[in-house]
């Protein structure tokens, strides 16, 4: 296919080359040991400008096709020919674009684990919105909070920001149950202090 049509969204200094675009997911699916699924990939390098959402979405079905990525519980990972395309040919892409892949794929597997081993549910009510939300340590339940909030918008960002880190919002709350007000704030950062 001409690349000129696959070139729409990507930022100087992308790449709209398939060859390059295949050796920056295989670099980048090395760099993540979980794997990562096709649509993630596509998404990391289209939102990050790097290259063109369906140019990435094909480069994925030609490294199947060809062998060098395989499907393992949902999550593309590297073959041994995989690997060698990831360690040999790394240095043929800008720094500045691995830096940059390498960043966005570790926290799209870091949200993608988030979700598999914790939930947030929202669910409509009579006075707006709640969101549900459950960090569980392998498999067993650890907290579960419910936040009522007015509009669907809100619920949506509790939601990304609960599934973003649900490690820290487990910590944040023992804290509170656990601690005094003043150990509490000598621990918070100064621009929550600030607030107070």
């Known amino acids: 296919m001409d ?18 675009i295949k050796i ?11 794997g990562l699924t096709a649509k993630q990939t596509a998404e990391i390098l289209s939102l990050d400008g790097l290259a063109n959402y369906f140019e990435s979405l ?22 041994k020919s995989g690997e060698r ?9 800008p720094i500045t674009v691995r830096e940059k892949a ?6 799209a597997a870091r949200i993608y684990q988030n979700c598999k081993d914790n939930s947030a549910v929202i669910a409509e009510t009579e006075n707006g919105f709640e969101v549900t939300c459950e960090v569980k340590d392998r498999g067993h339940l650890m907290l579960r909070s419910v936040i009522a909030v007015p509009d669907r918008l809100q619920a949506e960002m509790i939601k ?15 804290l509170l149950y656990t601690e005094s007000k003043d150990d509490i704030i000598a621990s918070m950062p100064d621009v929550l202090k600030d607030m107070i």
């Open 160 to 174: 990304e920001s609960f599934i973003k880190n649900p490690a820290s919002i487990y910590s944040a709350t023992l």
């Open 24 to 34: 920056l997911i295989c670099y980048m699916i090395k760099c993540v040991d979980s």
């Open 58 to 79: 094909q480069a994925v079905k030609e490294l199947e096709t060809l062998g060098h990525i395989s499907l393992s519980d949902g999550l593309y990972k590297l073959s």
């Open 85 to 93: 395309i990831a360690a040999e040919l790394d240095t043929a892409l």
């Open 3 to 20: 690349n000129n049509a696959f070139s729409s969204g990507i930022e100087p200094g992308g790449l709209t080359d398939r060859n390059q």
């Open 102 to 107: 390498v960043r966005s794929a570790v926290q």
